[in-house]
């Protein structure tokens, strides 16, 4: 089975990459779903939220107040670390679980989309790695028109990580060890203006050869 990460910046089109490779058969793990579904109501990791955070970010009917809490990490990063701790942990271990079961029915790709990559994983852990960028006023145009985020708050998701173009490394002869990806030195990249079918198409023949 080939383990790929998906990730890029918010607003940079990782979600439609995601989409065409579950079109080309690929299972996609969405490491976005796996944050809501840990913190429904009834969830250890909603729990522990409203503990560090109190009442005030819980709805009356026990849902997630999403805009409350953002509001309150993105002003204090101690508290979005804090944040970060309490999901963390449950999402990687459910989106290995996920994994093994995919390996267990023989899947051939497994896709998974983690915004955070860098923070909150390993790079090394996968097969390869698929970088989505986008310019960043692009991105901050798509936060407003698409997420109802204010000016102030798409400031806060100022660019992460490497602010470059990356091209695959091929390395059909090497070993597997050495064609494993070391964090972010070698990505396959998809820059947002060629964005579409045929660079993904591009990046799908490329992985293969990993």
Excluded at 48 to 62: K, N, T
Excluded at 148 to 158: D, Q, V
Aim: no cysteine; glycine share 6%; proline share 7%.
């Amino acid at each position: 089975m080939l383990s790929v990460a998906l990730t890029g910046n918010i607003g940079a089109g990782k979600s439609t990459v995601a989409g065409l490779f579950k079109q080309w058969g690929a299972t996609v793990i969405d490491a976005d779903e796996l944050v809501r579904q840990a913190q429904a109501p009834g969830q250890p990791v909603l729990r522990d939220i409203a503990a560090r955070f109190g009442a005030e970010v819980i709805f009356s009917d026990g849902s997630l107040d999403r805009p409350a809490l953002r509001a309150r990490v993105l002003a204090d990063p101690t508290a979005l670390a804090d944040l970060n701790r309490i999901v963390h942990p449950e999402v990687r271990r459910r989106r290995l679980e996920l994994m093994e079961q995919a390996r267990a029915r023989g899947d051939r790709i497994v896709i998974s989309d983690i915004p955070l990559l860098f923070e909150a994983d390993d790079p090394k852990s996968f097969d390869a790695v698929v970088l989505v960028d986008a310019p960043e006023p692009v991105r901050r145009a798509r936060l407003l028109a698409s997420r109802g985020l204010s000016p102030a708050e798409t400031n806060s998701h100022g660019y992460r990580g490497p602010h470059r173009n990356f091209l695959p490394r091929r390395a059909e002869n090497a070993s597997a060890a050495e064609r494993r990806l070391e964090p972010r030195e070698e990505f396959f990249a998809v820059p947002e203006y060629e964005l579409g079918e045929r660079a993904v198409r591009g990046v799908q023949a490329d992985i293969t050869l990993v």
